[in-house]
T-cell receptor
Framework: EAQVTQNPRYLITVTGKKLTVTCSQN?????MSWYRQDPGLGLRQIYY???????DKGDVPEGYKVSRKEKRNFPLILESPSPNQTSLYFC????????????FGPGTRLTVT | AQSVTQLDSHVSVSEGTPVLLRCNYS??????LFWYVQHPNKGLQLLLK??????LVKGINGFEAEFKKSETSFHLTKPSAHMSDAAEYFC????????????FGTGTRLKVLA
């Protein structure tokens, strides 16, 4: 089944404790992306990747890192999480960003205390 | 810079009546535009997309949208609302000025009354 998977689905952590949210797709998509969703703000893009070893900043990259060492994986790293990073995070992938839909993962709800 | 504005944060309609969700975009050239839907506690699903082909775009579940360049609008419509349409809807534009950023509107929550 074609899908985007994220782990974990729920995470509660403390300020400053490094964490990684994994994202994997099995559709051989070139484009992958991370978003955060906050009430009243819609989804905001954190980082995206056009292909392996090619990443670029979205609108809200501060406090986040990403890597794209393999085509299927695009982990999101929070080196030193802070409470303002409490949010719902979505990973997505697409064959070609301008012409094809993005497939979204189920979301990761992160709480930083 | 490209941007998208959803004009209503909440819309309520009665079951069986038409739905209109409004979206205006700003773009220096012909954009790619999408509508996505998010049901409660679910991920996002594509409803329809405009990528410079026909200006009237048909999507899933009876939704359609019309691209109007003169009005810089891409409003989403459905002739008859169903209870299952209750969800949050997002209008999305993609920047293609050497990058491929997705810009989401702030969302419109659709409520369908019995």
């Amino acid at each position: 089944e074609a899908q985007v998977t994220q782990n974990p689905r729920y995470l509660i952590t403390v300020t400053g404790k490094k964490l990684t949210v994994t994202c994997s797709q099995n559709m051989n998509h070139e484009y992958m992306s991370w978003y955060r969703q906050d009430p009243g703000l819609g989804l905001r893009q954190i980082y995206y990747s056009m292909n392996v070893e090619v990443t670029d900043k979205g609108d809200v990259p501060e406090g986040y890192k990403v890597s794209r060492k393999e085509k299927r994986n695009f982990p999101l790293i929070l080196e030193s999480p802070s409470p303002n990073q409490t949010s719902l995070y979505f990973c997505a992938s697409s064959l070609s960003p301008a012409h094809y839909e993005q497939y979204f993962g189920p979301g990761t709800r992160l709480t930083v205390t | 810079a490209q941007s998208v504005t959803q004009l209503d944060s909440h819309v309520s309609v009665s079951e069986g009546t038409p739905v209109l969700l409004r979206c205006n975009y700003s773009s220096s050239y012909s954009p790619s535009l999408f509508w996505y839907v998010q049901h409660p506690n679910k991920g996002l699903q594509l409803l329809l997309k405009y990528t410079s082909a026909a200006t009237l775009v048909k999507g899933i579940n009876g939704f359609e949208a019309e691209f109007k360049k003169s009005e810089t609008s891409f409003h989403l419509t459905k002739p008859s609302a169903h209870m299952s349409d209750a969800a949050e809807y997002f209008c999305v534009v993609i920047t293609t000025e050497g990058t491929y950023k997705y810009i989401f509107g702030t969302g419109t929550r659709l409520k369908v009354l019995a």
